[in-house]
């Protein structure tokens, strides 16, 4: 039941209870959709809670078999039970080191009633826990990559003679660490925590999911067997600063797990690390990964699950990473370089201090796996010592071109492409273009927005400070608020240049029907090719280049925004945070990631649809709507006695707020796009929901860009009108920007991605 959002000059338009039954929503007219300079204070910032999705405390059951004893004698808790909720605690929020952790064990064993079964040595833990180590660790001298051997006072050291660290003790930062994890034994993992998820056949991927992109559907098994397909991320952080050592995680996720259960944490997989102050070089690091997956492909695999067999055939998706790791990891030019592109053998252009790839001087003719091969052993062939010469950008041949085909599976990041690049690029120029007062315009209208609450992003940095943002700020302003923002602020050629870019990137992003990507491959070459008009040709660097690209990839593997490194970066900063002194880093981190698989193995369930935080019909909230539901409920036959009403509704992975629910918070999940007619599906409706209820034109370009630049922005009007919604009706939660005297609405098409 709700006021409906009109379109501007279109006729188009914490108890809680759960049921398996039909829910309604109503919106409301006078709730505000954006901040007032004097109301910015009154709001308070929101918490998530249990029911918003945001939080992996929904997970749901402990499925571990515990035979463990009681902790001690009358104790309601077994030792297992007692022991994993400590180190829950212990990792997850406290993070101590290993020797700190038995002393706190021990204290505690001696403050417990004796006889107690509570372990305090790293052996017994694991022993109760029924685990042994499954990781493997290497040391290799930096320089020369051989193994390192050990001296009488447990140091290490470099044996080989022609090397010039050779017979001496090595120091931190000369010494190569790296830990292989098994495969198959988390892989195994992972399917036994998704298992109810893997074996419904109910369908819960959207439909621009990898799993509905054209290299999965064609590369599915023909078999009945059960599929397992891996994609790969790699980056670099650092870790200690005072020896310049990073660490490199190689990590996986299953596509086969539906999103956002997929990005979870315990859904990541750690295939290996390396931790040097030197750069990986790929064969060495990932050698013993790559032929363990290689031998998974070609044999496949078998999980005993609840006395249960399941076989698994195992395939690659893609590999995905930053321009800079996927150069080094493919053993390919750098994005400054001549043969930058991965795709196509463009070469690009030396102009004054950099390389640029000029729209006119495109060689668009794609790459093959067998040509990258063969100029991959070229180049090897030619390179001498330090003398290292490529082959069409090509340097030498990398272990992951034996699991992963060249180009198809090598994917550009949007987050690194995107929002961190030429997002950030194109508002540093727009800061020399316009006055100060239109950026001041500009950070006002970010700071008067109010987005859904699942969306974490305060814009406390001016847009002059753009550097300062993070991806997810860029993300938001590419898909949902920069637009009305630049329309407002920016000259109409800026403006209406910047309008194409995002809806081409809105498009990619989450892709409906097949035509979408498309006509945004359209707008690219459009877009890529117009730029130094706009601008200048200082702006066609490789980064933008690639753009053209991204519609192809999109058709592969679906859209951007379940294509990206937004989870494998956040996994990065998480095990950053388990490292501990300077020494045998990446060591402590495969044992504490270890050790968490044993702590939380929780069973991941669809969580079902409910009505969250109940209302009574009297309650003084619902004070202006009162009369008005009732009439609503009554004209559609229905008892008022057997109504319940609630200020939120949860499906499965995503919560929607009413008005009333929102009201004091700074957050604004009650704005929704739906389809009042089934008939009618392109026709979308937009509302503000009030209560939920159970029953048992500005820039000049052309039309064609218009037309559809009014569908993915479309401007409204608030209207006193009110009606009826099912839920099944509703497609997504919006954002509302204040634009003039109406609103540009701008859908959330992914609501759950990685935030």
Request: proline share 3%.
């Amino acid at each position: 039941m709700g006021s409906s959002l009109n379109k501007s000059n279109s006729e188009d338009e914490n108890d809680h209870h759960v049921q398996d039954t039909q829910y309604s929503k109503s919106t409301t007219s006078n709730s505000p959709l954006t901040l007032d300079d004097d109301e910015a204070c009154d709001y308070e910032a929101y918490h998530d809670d249990e029911h918003d999705n945001t939080k992996k405390a929904n997970d749901i059951q402990d499925d571990f078999l515990d035979r463990s004893p009681p902790l001690y004698n009358n104790s309601k808790l077994s030792s297992m039970k007692s022991m994993k909720l400590l180190m829950d605690f212990l990792i997850s929020d406290v993070h101590l080191d290993k020797r700190n952790i038995l002393r706190l064990l021990k204290l505690i064993k001696f403050l417990l009633p004796e006889p107690n079964t509570l372990p305090t040595t790293w052996k017994s833990i694991m022993k109760l826990f029924g685990r042994t180590n499954l990781s493997s660790t290497t040391f290799l001298c930096s320089r020369c990559h051989q193994l390192c051997g050990k001296t009488t006072f447990n140091t290490k050291i470099c044996r080989n003679e022609t090397c010039l660290h050779s017979k001496r003790s090595l120091r931190t930062n000369e010494i190569v660490e790296i830990v292989n994890l098994d495969v198959r034994s988390q892989l195994k993992l992972i399917v036994n925590r998704n298992i109810k998820i893997l074996t419904k056949n109910e369908n819960y991927f959207p439909t621009c999911d990898i799993s509905n992109g054209s290299f999965y559907q064609t590369t599915l098994s023909k078999s009945k067997l059960n599929t397992i397909t891996l994609v790969l991320h790699t980056d670099g952080a650092p870790l200690v600063r005072t020896t310049k050592q990073s660490i490199w995680p190689l990590f996986a996720s299953v596509v086969e797990i539906p999103p956002p259960l997929r990005e979870y944490q315990n859904n990541i997989i750690l295939l290996a690390l390396w931790s040097s102050k030197s750069k990986p070089n790929v064969n060495v690091f990932l050698k013993k990964t790559v032929d363990e997956i290689k031998f998974l492909m070609a044999e496949g695999t078998s999980f005993f699950i609840n006395g249960m067999e399941f076989n698994f055939v195992i395939r690659t998706q893609f590999f995905i990473s930053d321009l800079p790791a996927r150069s080094l990891f493919l053993q390919t030019t750098y994005f400054n370089g001549y043969y930058a592109c991965h795709y196509c053998v463009t070469k690009g252009l030396w102009s004054g201090s950099i390389v640029v790839y000029p729209y006119h001087h495109n060689d668009l003719k794609l790459r093959s796996h067998a040509e990258v091969i063969a100029a991959a052993k070229e180049a090897e062939k030619n390179s001498t010592g330090k003398r290292i010469t490529s082959v069409q950008g090509v340097k030498g041949l990398s272990c992951l071109l034996y699991i992963m085909a060249y180009p198809q599976q090598i994917l550009l990041d949007y987050m690194h492409l995107v929002c961190l690049g030429h997002v950030q690029t194109l508002i540093k120029r727009w800061c020399q273009l316009i006055d100060k007062e239109e950026v001041m315009k500009m950070d006002n209208m970010l700071l008067k927005t109010r987005v859904p609450h699942n969306i974490h992003v305060v814009y406390n940095e001016s847009i002059s400070a753009v550097e300062c943002w993070k991806a997810k700020h860029s993300r938001l302003f590419v898909l949902n608020i920069g637009l009305p923002i630049g329309i407002t602020c920016l000259p109409v050629l800026n403006a209406s240049h910047w309008a194409i870019y995002c809806v081409a990137i809105k498009l990619l992003h989450a892709p409906e029907p097949i035509e979408d990507i498309n006509f945004a491959e359209r707008l690219i070459n459009y877009y890529c090719r117009t730029i130094s008009e706009v601008y200048d040709q200082s702006l066609e660097y490789y980064s933008l280049h690639a753009h053209l690209h991204l519609p192809a990839q999109v058709r592969l593997h679906g859209g951007l925004s379940f294509c990206s490194a937004f989870t494998f970066e956040s996994c990065i900063r998480y095990i950053k945070k388990q490292v501990h002194g300077t020494k045998h880093l990446a060591s402590q981190i495969a044992y504490w990631y270890d050790m968490e698989n044993i702590v939380k193995n929780k069973i991941f369930e669809v969580p079902s649809s409910t009505g969250v935080n109940q209302i009574d019909l009297n309650n003084e909230q619902l004070g202006d709507y009162r009369e008005l539901v009732i009439n609503l409920i009554q004209m559609n036959d229905q008892q008022l006695e057997q109504v319940e009403f609630y200020k939120r509704y949860k499906h499965q992975f995503t919560t929607y707020h009413t008005a009333l629910y929102d009201k004091r918070f700074k957050c604004c999940s009650f704005v929704i796009s739906y389809i009042k007619d089934k008939n009618y599906r392109n026709v979308i409706n937009y509302a503000n929901i009030v209560v939920f209820y159970k029953y048992d034109n500005f820039v000049e370009l052309p039309t064609e860009i218009l037309q559809r630049l009014d569908g993915l922005y479309p401007l409204v009007e608030l209207s006193n009108d009110y009606d009826i919604i099912s839920v099944e009706a509703f497609r997504h939660k919006c954002v509302a920007i204040e634009f003039q005297d109406v609103f540009c609405i701008s859908e959330i098409r992914v609501d759950f991605e990685h935030d």
